[in-house]
């Protein structure tokens, strides 16, 4: 043990390890997933198409077919280049690793998505995070004054934002790019549930990369997201990925997926069909507020103590949700529930409102 104490980092000495924990049998509205399973006839076709997978063979290291119908799914700009990660956290740990530097600041805003700060650590890059208001919206006068006064080498907004589910204001974005002195990556992982998007932008400014995923999508199993801008950037941080790093199965599943994207659009609409009922029930609820969402799952805040024992209460009777409380600040009370299917949301409502 002294050994490890010896020659592990000290600051990846105090982290914990990201947990996920096992959901047994509960119902998952913990994860931000689909909930929909494909048509059984479409299964059937995807299976066919595995069998003829050649997996003794190594997969098109550039996967240059997968990414010419992701351009297509995601409207990517034809002058702008693509690099896909295995999931958006592997990209977001290129860019990091690319651009790594001990005075190089990674900046965002909080409370914001925790693997811009967790990668930031493991690349020994300082982390700045801007505190939101109590809105939820972005305090555009201190974070300018900090982009100014730190000089951040990088700069993540997530657009819808994770975990509070809402949609900063564009012009600000716009702001920010245009002050920022490095890259500013607009990360777009819930763009299916919301009615805006960057990607257009990125012909007009050269330090915009817009990232997204899959897996919100419904394909959260194949691990798979999408980083779009400029070739000068994206070739840099292609460097730095990891040969065959999109699996020969996920190639072919989720080019099979996206020439069946109708079926994930009609599974997107669901939900966001089902998330305005969710929403109007929760409202309905006098001693909690709920924050309105342009992502798959949506923020409330319940009485000032009562977070952790709702979390566990929930728990106790078969339903997962996150409880954001341990973050403080501005999630202290607060917990987040993913929109499921009709039947799981109804089972939440139903076990919520008997235990609070």
């Not at 104490?5 to 997933?33: F, N, T």
């Not at 076709?45 to 003829?52: C, F, G, S, V």
């Not at 997962?320 to 089972?347: F, H, M, W, Y």
Request: with cysteine.
């Amino acid at each position: 043990m002294s050994d490890v104490k010896k020659w592990i980092r000290p600051e990846i000495q105090a982290l914990s390890a990201y947990h996920v924990p096992d959901p047994g049998d509960s119902i998952k509205l913990d994860a931000m997933e689909n909930p929909y399973r494909w048509p059984e006839e479409l299964i059937d076709d995807w299976l066919q198409l595995i069998r003829e997978v050649e997996i003794n063979r190594y997969p098109d290291p550039g996967a240059v077919q997968l990414k010419q119908h992701l351009r297509r799914a995601m409207q990517v700009p034809e002058q702008a280049d693509v690099l896909l990660g295995n999931g958006s956290d592997e990209l977001i740990q290129m860019i990091m690793m690319a651009m790594a530097g001990s005075d190089r600041v990674v900046m965002s805003v909080e409370p914001g998505f925790v693997m811009y700060r967790m990668i930031a650590t493991f690349m020994n890059m300082p982390y700045h995070a801007v505190p939101l208001k109590a809105d939820f919206s972005i305090d555009e006068e201190q974070l300018l004054a900090d982009i100014r006064d730190k000089q951040p080498a990088l700069i993540f907004i997530a657009y819808p934002n994770n975990p509070t589910g809402n949609l900063f204001d564009e012009q600000v974005i716009r702001n920010i790019i245009e002050v920022a002195p490095g890259v500013v990556v607009v990360d777009e992982a819930y763009h299916a549930f919301a009615d805006k998007s960057f990607m257009p932008m990125l012909q007009q400014y050269d330090n915009l990369l817009v990232m997204r995923t899959v897996s919100k999508m419904g394909l959260a199993g194949l691990r798979l997201g999408l980083l779009a801008g400029s070739r000068d950037w994206l070739q840099e941080f292609d460097k730095v990925r990891l040969p065959y790093n999109i699996n020969i199965l996920t190639q072919a599943s989720a080019e099979f997926a996206l020439k069946n994207i109708h079926v994930l659009e009609q599974q997107t609409r669901q939900i966001c069909a089902d998330r305005e009922k969710l929403f109007n029930e929760l409202s309905a609820i006098e001693t909690i507020t709920a924050y309105p969402s342009q992502a798959n799952f949506i923020l409330i805040r319940v009485p000032e103590g009562e977070a952790d024992r709702l979390f566990d209460e929930l728990k106790q009777q078969g339903i997962l949700v996150k409880n954001l409380n341990p973050a403080g600040g501005l999630l202290q009370d607060c917990l987040r529930i993913t929109v499921g299917s009709e039947e799981e949301n109804q089972a939440f409502i139903q076990a919520f409102r008997k235990i609070l």
